[in-house]
């Protein structure tokens, strides 16, 4: 029993910290539009979530070994089923909601159209494009030396925003720019990680069933 809940303990640290950091990237790199209509990080943070609640239940089982409490441990046990389904039920939600070809070309639609007023509006605010960029080591949207390139009166014709290169560079041109196009690099990227946020959500709950605790 003690060496299963160092493990349940692991899970669930391994939950909040994958959990925020997918929700950090989307926040970055989805726009707020994408994000509310379709609700692109909410599998992030119920991950999260989920990390945090069986952390806690996982201190209360230890509490009830410790004070040799029946009650903490049957609570623990009650509640890690009811988690349990929980996960597997919004892990199964996640896959095929958004694993669906639709969802999917909805999803990647809108982002593309995020990411097309991104850089048309680059030349007054950089910012947003900027993190994408950088984060995602992309640039532009589909051809970022036209797309640059056609933004007067800011960035020359052979130049590109220094986000599209190593942060160490002091210019960047279309020979030194990354080489993915953040189109699509964020929207495999969001659609992707949904999909394996319901896969790892369907897994850690079907460990965390009776017969694998006992």
Known sequence: MPSVKVETQIAGLALIGYGILSAYSIYLTNSSVVITTYLTIVPSIVIASFGLI???LVLIGCCGIWKKSTCYVESYAAFLLLLAFAQIAFGGYCVITYGSPHQTVDTTNAI????????????????????????????????????????????????????????????????????????????????????????ISIIVGATEFPPHLL
Request: charged share 15%.
């Open 112 to 199: 593309d159209n995020s990411i097309h007023e991104f850089v048309q509006n680059y030349a007054t605010n950089p910012v947003p494009m900027d993190k994408i960029q950088t984060w995602m080591k992309c640039c532009g949207r589909n051809n970022p030396r036209i797309e640059y390139g056609s933004i007067s009166n800011y960035i020359s014709s052979d130049e590109l925003p220094l986000s599209c290169c190593d942060r160490s560079a002091s210019y960047c041109t279309v020979a030194d720019m990354h080489q993915d196009k953040c189109s699509q690099m964020v929207s495999v990227f969001t659609v992707g990680t949904n999909i394996i946020m319901g896969w």
């Open 54 to 56: 069986l952390v806690f």
